[in-house]
């Protein structure tokens, strides 16, 4: 299911696009909810999905008004729902 890196990167060595920063996001968040899934009592990782949540949704709202096809296109091929 998870797309490789290099889908969204803008050339070869691209780390830090906003892009790549979503999808780096949206694996943390998929790791961090199966760890909150198993472990319900770990308030840590639970701060630390918030965070890392509203980094993400931040960022969204970059592309979203900066980028839009670009934005459209994170959304498909991550499968988020905006």
């Given at each position: 299911?998870?797309?490789?890196?290099?889908?969204?990167?803008?050339?070869?060595?691209?780390?830090?696009?906003?892009?790549?920063?979503?999808?780096?996001?949206?694996?943390k968040?998929?790791?961090?909810?199966?760890?909150?899934s198993?472990?319900?009592?770990?308030?840590?990782?639970?701060?630390?999905?918030?965070?890392?949540?509203?980094?993400?949704?931040?960022?969204?709202?970059?592309?979203?008004?900066?980028?839009?096809?670009?934005?459209?296109?994170?959304?498909?091929?991550?499968?988020?729902?905006?």
């Amino acid at each position: 299911m998870r797309k490789n890196k290099k889908d969204l990167q803008l050339h070869d060595k691209d780390t830090g696009s906003s892009e790549v920063q979503i999808e780096q996001l949206t694996k943390k968040i998929e790791y961090l909810s199966k760890h909150l899934s198993k472990n319900k009592k770990d308030k840590h990782s639970s701060v630390g999905l918030l965070k890392t949540v509203n980094r993400r949704k931040k960022l969204l709202a970059y592309l979203k008004n900066k980028k839009i096809d670009s934005y459209k296109n994170v959304i498909s091929k991550l499968n988020l729902r905006k």
